[in-house]
Antibody
Framework: QVQLVQSGAEVKKPGASVKVSCKAS????????INWVRQAPGQGLEWMGW????????IHAEKFQGRVTMTRDTSISTVYMELSRLRSNDTAMYFC????????????????????WGEGTTVTVSS | DIQMTQSPSSLSASVGDRVTITCRTS??????LNWYQQKPGKAPKLLIY???SLQSGVPSRFGGSGFGTEFTLTISSLQPEDFATYYC?????????FGQGTKVEI
């Protein structure tokens, strides 16, 4: 079945980096972008960006500029999200999610939605 | 960034109730609006995409409507498994943004 399996929980000190992995299975890895979404404890969802496994192109939210790196290893159908210069407010659950959609020919616009999600990886930043 | 405002932030309901959640956006997003359900400790689950299209496998008691800046998620007859937090999300402009969530409680 289609699934995304993420790496395990991480505990990091402020200023360190963390790298979370997301392994895809059950579908053609190169055909779908993978998004990263995070959720601080008791808070809502925050979109971080996505990576296109076919070519490695990325787009990310401005607030993570210079701190987030998204990469992929096509040989093992895995994408990675690395967040550097960690601070306490980066403590959160990090989810990967497959981007599905289609092109709306009536409006010349792409319909996008996240239809398959990983189970989440807890990242705790604490001194 | 496009701001998303959901209302109410929480609501109490009973099994069998009709529930409506509203999502308003700070600018028009056509119909590029998705709805997700999240239960505690779990990943979000896609319910509705493109404002009104039901995701495969999602019960037909869930419905979405709206266009432009105002959208609604309706649960026609609340079931025990529907007690959760619901989020809207726009995919019109990056950064894609979510509403703050609506918690549906007993």
């Amino acid at each position: 079945q289609v699934q995304l399996v993420q790496s395990g929980a991480e505990v990091k000190k402020p200023g360190a980096s963390v790298k979370v992995s997301c392994k895809a299975s059950g579908y053609t890895f190169l055909d779908y972008h993978i998004n990263w979404v995070r959720q601080a404890p008791g808070q809502g969802l925050e979109w971080m960006g996505w990576i296109n496994p076919n070519g490695g192109g990325t787009i990310h939210a401005e607030k993570f500029q210079g701190r987030v790196t998204m990469t992929r290893d096509t040989s093992i159908s895995t994408v990675y999200m690395e967040l550097s210069r960690l601070r306490s407010n980066d403590t959160a659950m990090y989810f990967c999610a497959r981007l599905n959609g289609f092109y709306d020919t009536s409006r010349y616009f792409s319909i996008n939605y996240m239809d398959v999600w990983g189970e989440g990886t807890t990242v705790t930043v604490s001194s | 960034d496009i701001q998303m405002t959901q209302s109410p932030s929480s609501l109490s309901a009973s099994v069998g109730d009709r529930v409506t959640i509203t999502c308003r956006t700070s600018q028009s997003i056509s119909s590029y609006l998705n709805w997700y359900q999240q239960k505690p400790g779990k990943a979000p689950k896609l319910l509705i995409y493109a404002a009104s299209s039901l995701q495969s496998g999602v019960p037909s008691r869930f419905g979405g409507s709206g266009f432009g800046t105002e959208f609604t998620l309706t649960i026609s007859s609340l079931q025990p498994e529907d007690f959760a937090t619901y989020y809207c999300q726009q995919t019109y402009n990056t950064p894609w943004t979510f509403g703050q969530g609506t918690k549906v409680e007993i």
